[in-house]
């Protein structure tokens, strides 16, 4: 069945550094990649996407390039701020599944001044 | 954006007593709901999925009478742990789907269930 790999956590971070999670997936057929962020005490709130091959999701700062030839959608940030502290979830949508999504564990970030 | 409640956000309760967890659209009407479950460190697993009107799609493993859901209205859905275990305790989120745009899930903050 489909499944989403995320890097390991936590991420500590000084602010204004470069962020990469890394988000692997396996799935069937062309399925669409997210990014959610949880903010603390906060629900999902999705952070970017992308529906098809070789499209970037971005906002925020934060991109990410939908790699089919290695079935990757890593997560990217130029610099960083403490605000950024979050939870990253990665999350695949399949046509066959209708809207529920599919996640991975999550990283957590920690940003420090 | 589109607002997502859940109610309450963390309830404690005994061994065999059962809980339930509203989850509402506050903005906007959801077609559909689904509710996941997340362990501490792990990722969230989708439980259930929920149509106005029409009666739960589970996941594989999950217990339809244990884990009793309700899609009543197009604002309203609520998750009825039922005979509670502590290896029900876990943390429970919804989402809510509307044809409001871009096909996008809206979440909920998530319910804290501890069962003693």
């Known amino acids: 069945g489909d499944s989403v790999t995320q890097m390991e956590g936590p991420v500590t971070l000084s602010e204004e550094a470069f962020l990469t999670i890394n988000c692997t997936y396996t799935?069937?057929?062309?399925?669409?990649l997210f990014w959610y962020v949880q903010y603390p005490g906060e629900g999902l709130q999705l952070l970017l996407k992308?529906?098809?091959?070789?499209d970037k999701g971005s906002n925020k700062g934060f991109e990410a390039t939908y790699r089919k030839e290695t079935t990757s959608f890593h997560l990217e940030k130029g610099s960083v701020q403490v605000s950024d502290s979050a939870v990253y979830f990665c999350?695949?949508?399949?046509?066959?599944?209708?809207?529920?999504?599919?996640f991975g564990k999550g990283t957590s970030l920690l940003v420090t001044p | 954006g589109a607002v997502v409640s859940q109610h309450p956000s963390w309830v404690i309760c005994k061994s065999g007593t059962s809980v339930k967890i509203e989850c509402r659209s506050l903005?906007?009407?959801?077609?559909?709901m689904f509710w996941y479950r997340q362990f501490p460190k792990q990722s969230l697993m989708l439980m259930a999925t929920?149509?106005?009107?029409?009666?739960?799609?589970?996941e594989q493993g999950v217990e339809k009478d244990k884990f009793l859901i309700n899609h009543a209205s197009l604002t309203l859905s609520t998750l009825t742990v039922t005979s509670a275990h502590p290896e029900d305790s876990s943390f429970y989120i919804c989402?809510?789907?509307?044809?409001?745009?871009?096909?996008?899930?809206?979440f909920g903050p998530g319910t804290r269930l501890t069962v003693l």
């Open positions: 929920s149509n106005e009107g029409s009666k739960a799609t589970y």
């Open positions: 992308a529906t098809k091959a070789d």
């Open positions: 903005d906007f009407q959801a077609t559909t």
């Open positions: 999350a695949l949508r399949n046509s066959n599944s209708g809207y529920a999504l599919n």
């Open positions: 799935a069937t057929g062309y399925p669409s």
């Open positions: 989402s809510a789907w509307g044809a409001q745009g871009d096909n996008e899930q809206f």
